[in-house]
């Protein structure tokens, strides 16, 4: 063999026709595989987005809205001392004559709507609108002149809604001068699927209308039916223990329980109602109940069980977003220093038998001023001045708690004399100052109460706690009760501030010099089903109603409105508000223990 080979070069069949036909089709249809894979992406994206995400969708409509700041700012911003040493605001409060636009009745039966309740029907704050109506072509106000707006609901196809019962919050604000304001009244519900707000100009500038959907008529009537059906919808526990706890039992609670063998812990002087499902251990009996508490996630369980996940989605789409605005900025003229009207001219001092009006006042340079009374920003030295030889008692939820723990905290010798850390939430808290002779005190409200666990024993009724006062006139009563009662009945509600107007009425007997002062609901935060179904605006406002009806016939007791003072600030809503707002708060209350 020759040590040399030749090598055969290769030759390559041609591929038959038919076969490069295949191998094509084969090519075309990888393709467009590859192509309906990204497609069923795209679209399932946009599904997801499209029902469970409007934010996202928010944010894309919102860009124009941006660049005239129609959005409040969320972040916090002391813009002000909090009781400064001195006050070096030159702004003078203006005078405009009220402008009556009463309070609406609200419907609080459950409506039915000839519609089906779908998710595309339901009112969305996307494609829902706002305009000034009055807005001349030069856009310019006077101050003191009004603003009206006309809102259109429209569902999320862009179709305006033929019927009512949305629930809208709206505001003015300028950023410039950190000033904001709630409408005159209350919104008006024309009942067609429009609504109408009216606002005073009470100060000169660049002002924004916002308006907020915070439910939409939908979601109100489910929360409605859901109250009307569930009166008792949070879960509460009681422990039942030995005394030294080595033999225990937790069973249920709450306003009303139906069981084979219950407790009944109903208050004897109050008759406010309180059951436990009665324990089953054969050792403890109903007098061995020990300690009270919630639980969050049982009660999440439970509100998700109250509502169809159709439903539930309706409640996805809404978390008080503004609604787009078309005509929704102007700009307010300042007036001749001759023709301005002062307001501590006209207004008259913060005192017993005031009545309410809406707004109650409104922020300038985040400093609150009263349409009621001629409020003050008090000095740190002033505060301290108008509560010497005061006791200061606060009962109530969190947010009156609010109050005792600014005040300890920023009066100079305040010394809390309790374990703060033990009674932190639920109290009894004191805080002394000595060398004024200030006595500071806060206890929770009895039951129903949403916390960790705490003894029974330390539990006191509102309205037991005033009857058991000694008269002076130095001691100033501080109430709240509303946050802990949204997931009542409003008769529940009813009959307890009933009894405890009964009390107040007795005290002023005994003790008629002393001030009692209430303060009303706030705004707060209640982003998901859970929190809307137990402790909505919606539901706090209507409670807040109920207060205002039952108190506003006495003519010794004041209630102070901080649900203005929540509503129009630029801050996040929240069940504890930022220290900024409490400020203005103390700063009302001194100016009634005090008027200027």
């Given at each position: 063999?020759?040590?040399?080979?030749?090598?055969?070069?290769?030759?390559?069949?041609?591929?038959?026709?038919?076969?490069?036909?295949?191998?094509?089709?084969?090519?075309?249809?990888?393709?467009?595989?590859?192509?309906?894979?990204?497609?069923?992406?795209?679209?399932?994206?946009?599904?997801?987005?499209?029902?469970?995400?409007?934010?996202?969708?928010?944010?894309?409509?919102?860009?124009?809205?941006?660049?005239?700041?129609?959005?409040?700012?969320?972040?916090?911003?002391?813009?002000?001392?909090?009781?400064?040493?001195?006050?070096?605001?030159?702004?003078?409060?203006?005078?405009?004559?009220?402008?009556?636009?009463?309070?609406?009745?609200?419907?609080?039966?459950?409506?039915?709507?000839?519609?089906?309740?779908?998710?595309?029907?339901?009112?969305?704050?996307?494609?829902?609108?706002?305009?000034?109506?009055?807005?001349?072509?030069?856009?310019?106000?006077?101050?003191?002149?009004?603003?009206?707006?006309?809102?259109?609901?429209?569902?999320?196809?862009?179709?305006?809604?033929?019927?009512?019962?949305?629930?809208?919050?709206?505001?003015?604000?300028?950023?410039?001068?950190?000033?904001?304001?709630?409408?005159?009244?209350?919104?008006?519900?024309?009942?067609?699927?429009?609504?109408?707000?009216?606002?005073?100009?009470?100060?000169?500038?660049?002002?924004?209308?916002?308006?907020?959907?915070?439910?939409?008529?939908?979601?109100?009537?489910?929360?409605?039916?859901?109250?009307?059906?569930?009166?008792?919808?949070?879960?509460?526990?009681?422990?039942?223990?030995?005394?030294?706890?080595?033999?225990?039992?937790?069973?249920?609670?709450?306003?009303?329980?139906?069981?084979?063998?219950?407790?009944n812990f109903t208050d004897i002087k109050t008759g406010s109602p309180?059951?436990?499902?009665?324990?089953?251990?054969?050792?403890?009996?109903?007098?061995?109940?020990?300690?009270?508490?919630?639980?969050?996630?049982?009660?999440?369980?439970?509100?998700?069980?109250?509502?169809?996940?159709?439903?539930?989605?309706?409640?996805?789409?809404?978390?008080?977003?503004?609604?787009?605005?078309?005509?929704?900025?102007?700009?307010?003229?300042?007036?001749?220093?001759?023709?301005?009207?002062?307001?501590?001219?006209?207004?008259?001092?913060?005192?017993?038998?005031?009545?309410?009006?809406?707004?109650?006042?409104?922020?300038?340079?985040?400093?609150?001023?009263?349409?009621?009374?001629?409020?003050?920003?008090?000095?740190?030295?002033?505060?301290?001045?108008?509560?010497?030889?005061?006791e200061i008692l606060f009962y109530g939820d969190s947010t009156i708690?609010?109050?005792?723990?600014?005040?300890?905290?920023?009066?100079?010798?305040?010394?809390?004399?309790?374990?703060?850390l033990y009674y932190m939430k639920v109290g009894p808290r004191k805080?002394?100052?000595?060398?004024?002779?200030?006595?500071?005190?806060?206890?929770?409200?009895?039951?129903?109460?949403?916390?960790?666990?705490?003894?029974?024993?330390?539990?006191?009724?509102?309205?037991?706690?005033?009857?058991?006062?000694?008269?002076?006139?130095?001691?100033?009563?501080?109430?709240?009760?509303?946050?802990?009662?949204?997931?009542?009945?409003?008769?529940?509600?009813?009959?307890?501030?009933?009894?405890?107007?009964?009390?107040?009425?007795?005290?002023?007997?005994?003790?008629?010099?002393?001030?009692?002062?209430?303060?009303?609901?706030?705004?707060?935060?209640?982003?998901?089903?859970?929190?809307?179904?137990?402790?909505?605006?919606?539901?706090?406002?209507?409670?807040?109603?109920?207060?205002?009806?039952?108190?506003?016939?006495?003519?010794?007791?004041?209630?102070?409105?901080?649900?203005?003072?929540?509503?129009?600030?630029?801050?996040?809503?929240?069940?504890?508000?930022?220290?900024?707002?409490?400020?203005?708060?103390?700063?009302?209350?001194?100016?009634?223990?005090?008027?200027?």
């Amino acid at each position: 063999m020759s040590r040399h080979t030749t090598t055969r070069k290769r030759q390559t069949t041609p591929m038959p026709l038919r076969h490069q036909f295949c191998y094509h089709c084969t090519l075309c249809m990888e393709f467009s595989f590859y192509i309906l894979v990204v497609l069923s992406v795209c679209s399932t994206i946009y599904l997801y987005f499209f029902f469970n995400g409007p934010t996202v969708l928010y944010q894309q409509q919102r860009t124009n809205i941006d660049s005239v700041q129609v959005l409040p700012m969320t972040f916090e911003v002391d813009r002000v001392n909090i009781l400064p040493d001195e006050v070096t605001d030159d702004y003078t409060q203006l005078y405009c004559p009220p402008s009556f636009r009463p309070r609406q009745t609200r419907n609080t039966v459950p409506n039915r709507h000839n519609h089906d309740g779908t998710l595309e029907n339901a009112t969305s704050h996307l494609t829902s609108t706002v305009t000034i109506s009055n807005l001349n072509s030069e856009r310019t106000y006077n101050l003191c002149d009004e603003i009206i707006i006309k809102i259109e609901a429209r569902n999320l196809y862009g179709q305006r809604k033929k019927y009512g019962g949305d629930y809208f919050r709206a505001n003015m604000y300028s950023f410039s001068n950190a000033a904001a304001v709630s409408q005159n009244g209350d919104i008006v519900d024309n009942q067609d699927g429009t609504y109408t707000a009216y606002f005073t100009a009470w100060w000169p500038g660049s002002v924004i209308v916002q308006v907020v959907l915070v439910h939409s008529s939908e979601v109100v009537q489910i929360i409605k039916d859901v109250r009307e059906r569930h009166p008792q919808r949070f879960v509460y526990f009681g422990m039942f223990a030995s005394s030294d706890f080595e033999i225990h039992e937790v069973t249920r609670c709450h306003v009303r329980i139906e069981a084979e063998k219950v407790c009944n812990f109903t208050d004897i002087k109050t008759g406010s109602p309180w059951f436990c499902v009665a324990p089953s251990n054969p050792v403890l009996t109903c007098s061995d109940w020990k300690m009270h508490t919630t639980n969050s996630t049982m009660a999440k369980q439970l509100a998700d069980s109250l509502v169809t996940k159709h439903q539930a989605k309706l409640f996805r789409l809404q978390y008080k977003f503004p609604i787009q605005g078309l005509d929704y900025f102007a700009y307010v003229k300042s007036a001749k220093v001759e023709n301005k009207l002062i307001a501590k001219n006209y207004l008259p001092k913060c005192m017993r038998g005031l009545p309410l009006v809406k707004p109650s006042g409104y922020y300038y340079n985040d400093v609150w001023y009263s349409n009621v009374c001629r409020s003050h920003q008090y000095t740190i030295k002033e505060a301290e001045s108008c509560l010497r030889n005061k006791e200061i008692l606060f009962y109530g939820d969190s947010t009156i708690r609010q109050w005792f723990e600014f005040l300890s905290s920023k009066l100079s010798n305040t010394v809390e004399t309790t374990d703060a850390l033990y009674y932190m939430k639920v109290g009894p808290r004191k805080a002394y100052d000595s060398s004024r002779n200030i006595l500071l005190y806060y206890i929770h409200h009895a039951y129903p109460i949403r916390n960790s666990w705490m003894y029974v024993s330390e539990i006191v009724h509102v309205a037991n706690a005033i009857d058991d006062l000694p008269s002076s006139p130095n001691t100033v009563i501080c109430l709240s009760l509303w946050a802990h009662f949204t997931a009542t009945s409003v008769q529940y509600y009813r009959q307890r501030l009933l009894t405890l107007r009964a009390a107040i009425d007795r005290y002023h007997k005994r003790s008629p010099d002393s001030l009692v002062v209430i303060k009303s609901a706030n705004t707060r935060e209640h982003p998901n089903l859970s929190m809307s179904l137990y402790t909505s605006d919606w539901l706090a406002e209507d409670l807040d109603q109920e207060m205002r009806e039952i108190f506003s016939g006495s003519s010794k007791v004041i209630i102070l409105d901080v649900w203005d003072m929540t509503a129009s600030h630029e801050s996040k809503d929240r069940v504890h508000p930022p220290e900024i707002i409490v400020a203005n708060e103390i700063n009302m209350l001194l100016s009634y223990i005090c008027p200027q």
